[in-house]
């Protein structure tokens, strides 16, 4: 079965400390990969997405950037934190796409990150 | 740009009770619509979901409705537990290999027992 792990659970860092969130998945080839940020009460806000090995896209400009250097390992990186990077933080993954219709994404437990 | 409206933003229920959320979406090349669930520091998992080609699907205590032509779509909790005290999200995703889901605001629902 897939498993896909993410850690740390929790995490509390200095403004302008660097970042490294990990997330890798288990029991499956070639996952899409995903990273998505939760604001307290509000909705999912995708980040990036891999369709491969170092193919990152970013969906909103920001103080953060992906990288893909292994098939199931995705991570999620900031050289210089800002407090408005302070949310939950979720990995996920979705078997690639078969040229049919999109299926299930399977998301990790998260990270809370708080910037102080 | 919001492309998918999420409401209401909270709901109180009580116990047997049916919940009700509603979503609407802008972009009709949209063909997968799914329902997350989300309990407090989980990650959401996924609960039901519909393709276009079909206005209902119900599994267990949980309905979709889909109205293709209004570009809506809603979630029905019949007989509302405790248990079901979670925050819920619509998602879209278009066809394509990104997968990328877009996800509504969430609603977080109280089932009073």
């Known amino acids: 079965s897939q498993t896909i792990h993410q850690w740390p659970a929790t995490l509390v860092q200095p403004v302008g400390s660097p970042l490294s969130l990990e997330c890798t998945v288990e029991g499956t080839s070639n996952p899409n990969l995903y990273w998505y940020r939760q604001a307290a009460g509000r909705g999912l806000q995708l980040l990036f997405y891999s369709v491969g090995i170092g193919q990152i896209s970013s969906e909103v400009p920001q103080n953060l950037s992906a990288s893909r250097p292994q098939d199931r390992q995705f991570i999620l990186s900031s050289k210089k934190l800002l407090l408005s990077d302070s949310g939950f933080y979720l990995c996920a993954w979705s078997i690639p796409w078969t040229g049919a219709m999109n299926t299930e994404a399977f998301f990790g437990q998260g990270t809370r990150l708080t910037v102080v | 740009q919001q492309q998918v409206k999420q409401s209401p933003q909270s709901l109180i229920v009580q116990k047997g009770g049916i919940s009700i959320i509603n979503c609407a979406y802008e972009n009709t090349a949209f063909d997968y619509f799914p329902w997350y669930q989300q309990f407090p520091g989980k990650g959401p998992a996924l609960l039901i979901a519909?393709?276009?080609?079909?206005s209902e699907k119900k599994e267990g205590r949980f309905t979709i409705s889909f109205n293709k032509s209004a570009k809506q779509f809603s979630l029905h909790i019949m007989d509302s537990q405790p248990g079901d005290s979670a925050t819920y999200f619509c998602a879209v995703a278009g066809s394509g290999n990104t997968g990328k889901l877009i996800f509504g605001q969430g609603t977080t629902l109280q089932v009073k027992p």
């Open positions: 519909i393709r276009p080609d079909v």
